[in-house]
Every structure is written in C-alpha cells, then in structure tokens.
C-alpha cells in the first residue's frame, strides 16, 4: 500500500526487539513509531537504500531468529509428518509463493489423511 517491499517484517522486528532486550510495551511502541516515522516523513530516503542490501538484513535477521535446536527434533517426527513440512518448504522455495507451499503442504496431509487413513499431528 505504501510502496514498500511485501512480507511480514513485524515479525523479525518483534523478534530482534525481544532478542535485544525489548520486553515491554514501550519498547513496541518505539518501534512501530520509529517505523511510522520513516515511511510516511523519509519514504524518499528509504527507497534510496538498495533492496540487496535489505534482503542481506532480511538474511542475517532470519539466521539470528531461527531456533538452530529445532533440527534436531526432526529426528522423533513421524515419516508422513516430516514429508509434509518438506513439502511445503520444497513448493515455497520452487515457486517463490507462500500460499502455494501450504497449499500443497495441507493437500499431502488430506492425502494422508482421507486416503491412506494416516493421522497426521
């Protein structure tokens, strides 16, 4: 709507401001002014900033929130689960398309599900 870059950036900003030691309100509301003041005041000055180096912060923030220890819980899930999440990761990555990828994800587990009578968790 304002011309900037889609996706949900609120969500790494939430998670970098927790990491950084933002636990209260406050620190929310000076975020989300500070963003409200830079789009509608520096809407010219931000789209001067290149969108690789953007897409490097995008990078570097999804590292730094990703639960490294998750991976190796993959090691107790069911074979039938472990094929649905990759199979939404595989169609994300292949079509660039978010919805597509839960499409495909939630179409695998109806398979599952109403055809071969496996409950998926």
Do not use: E
């Amino acid at each position: 709507m304002l011309g900037g870059q889609g996706g949900c950036a609120m969500i790494g900003q939430s998670a970098m401001n927790v990491q950084s030691g933002g636990r209260t309100r406050l620190s929310t509301l000076t975020s989300g002014i500070t963003l409200l003041i830079l789009v509608f005041s520096m809407k010219d000055l931000m789209l001067a900033i290149p969108t690789a180096s953007l897409i490097g912060i995008m990078i570097t923030v999804s590292i730094a929130t990703f639960d490294w220890h998750s991976i190796a819980l993959n090691k107790g899930f069911k074979l039938t689960d472990l094929s649905v999440m990759l199979m939404t990761v595989l169609f994300v990555i292949l079509t660039h398309n978010l919805a597509i990828g839960v499409f495909a994800g939630v179409l695998l587990a109806i398979i599952y599900r109403y055809i071969f009578h496996i409950k998926i968790a």
